[in-house]
Nanobody, 123 residues
Framework: QVQLVESGGGLAQPGGSLRLSCVAS????????MGWFRQTPGKEREFVAA????????YYATSVDGRFTIARDNAKNKVYLQMNKLAPSDTALYFC????????????????WGQGTQVTVVS
């Protein structure tokens, strides 16, 4: 059974930083791409960042490119999202997601999710 548990969200000021963590279990973590997505009320889940199973490639949404950094530690079954230069528009519930297929990546092909961690950016 796939289990993903996010943590690290909270309240930040504009320009501040947060680091999100996701601990995975129940599958071969090292074989799957991992991603971060976010969602606000009334909107669909939005792609934020992703990293391949071997960390060879990383991908970012235009809105966060240059500000956020995704990383993973396969020995610990963890994926991280370092968020810098936060803005109010980054306010959302952030989810960790798992790719649907081993050794495969596409930002629209993630299907397992954690419960999310809330990020709120306000003065």
């Amino acid at each position: 059974q796939v289990q993903l548990v996010e943590s690290g969200g909270g309240l930040a000021q504009p320009g501040g930083s947060l680091r999100l963590s996701c601990v995975a279990s129940g599958f071969a973590f090292y074989d799957y791409a991992m991603g971060w997505f976010r969602q606000t009320p009334g909107k669909e889940r939005e792609f934020v960042a992703a990293i391949t199973w071997d960390a060879y490639d990383v991908y970012y949404a235009t809105s966060v490119d240059g500000r956020f950094t995704i990383a993973r530690d396969n020995a610990k079954n963890k994926v991280y999202l370092q968020m810098n230069k936060l803005a109010p528009s980054d306010t959302a519930l952030y989810f960790c997601g798992t790719g649907n297929r081993p050794h495969y990546y596409h930002k629209d092909d993630f299907g397992s999710w954690g419960q999310g961690t809330q990020v709120t950016v306000v003065s």
